[in-house]
């Protein structure tokens, strides 16, 4: 059975920082690209970032230059650095990952959520 478990999220104030991260575990080969959406109250789940297993980087616009996220192969996990937090970035934080997993092959998965609200 694999899972990706986040952490890190909570409530911070506007212009503070937190760091998510997200931990895969459980029979895994392979895992290719790793990302993070967010889906706050009444709207659609949307990517934030995204890391392939190679480092190349994608960003949503709304977060570029706040935002990073990064990866350590060694240990299945995948961050998501962001600083200079807005109300705007309170939604739902969900891990995503695209990996080959032993015995069901190649199929992308997610995390349970954590919340990151953004508030004074």
């Known amino acids: 059975q694999v899972q990706l478990v986040e952490s890190g999220g909570g409530l911070v104030q506007p212009g503070g920082s937190l760091r998510l991260s997200c931990a895969a575990s459980?029979?895994?080969?392979?895992?290719?690209?790793m990302g993070w959406y967010r889906q706050a109250p009444g709207k659609q789940r949307e990517l934030v970032a995204a890391?392939?297993?190679?480092?190349?980087?994608n960003y949503a616009d709304s977060v570029k230059g706040r935002f990073t996220i990064s990866r350590d192969n060694a240990k299945n996990t995948v961050y998501l650095q962001m600083n200079s937090l807005k109300p705007e970035d309170t939604a739902v934080y969900y891990c995503?990952?695209?990996?080959?997993?032993w015995g069901p092959g190649q199929g992308t998965y997610w995390g349970q959520g954590t919340q990151v609200t953004v508030s004074s």
């Open positions: 995503n990952a695209d990996m080959t997993v």
């Open positions: 459980g029979s895994i080969f392979s895992i290719n690209a």
């Open positions: 890391i392939t297993s190679g480092g190349s980087t």
